[in-house]
């Protein structure tokens, strides 16, 4: 009887540290899901912003191209703003060259009136 309490005492001990061994796997088991979980939405967090960043950085590249772009076309209209000003200029120079020959000419005609009339009163 007495090998029999040894052999009962030992057994319930062994049953209670099978479920204490039992009930630390189970909760290190739900652990590692967890942790695993945690890792494979943190790799998705990671991916998704991978995506974000690839598509922010396409953007740029558009944007930069819409800005040469813009710029080449500023250049273009600059040039001919500069070439049309030098023709307005030139044009402007001609009208006060015309300007200036009709007042002479009709400086010329007034006096050549006024030394006609002269010489018939003479």
């Not at 494979?40 to 991916?47: K, L, S, T, V």
């Not at 590249?61 to 080449?72: G, L, T």
Request: glycine share 6%; no cysteine; charged share 25%.
């Amino acid at each position: 009887a007495v090998v029999s309490t040894q052999s009962t005492g030992e057994q319930q001990r062994s049953d209670l540290l099978g479920n204490e061994h039992k009930n630390t796997m189970v909760s290190n088991s739900e652990r590692l899901e967890r942790s695993s979980r945690r890792l494979e939405d943190g790799y998705r967090m990671a991916m998704e912003t991978e995506e974000i960043g690839q598509n922010v950085l396409n953007n740029l590249a558009q944007d930069r191209e819409k800005i040469n772009s813009a710029r080449n076309r500023l250049g273009n209209v600059d040039s001919s703003l500069s070439q049309s000003s030098r023709l307005l200029n030139n044009m402007y120079r001609r009208v006060i060259q015309n300007k200036v020959l009709m007042f002479g000419v009709g400086v010329v005609i007034i006096v050549i009136i006024v030394l006609a009339l002269y010489g018939m009163l003479k």
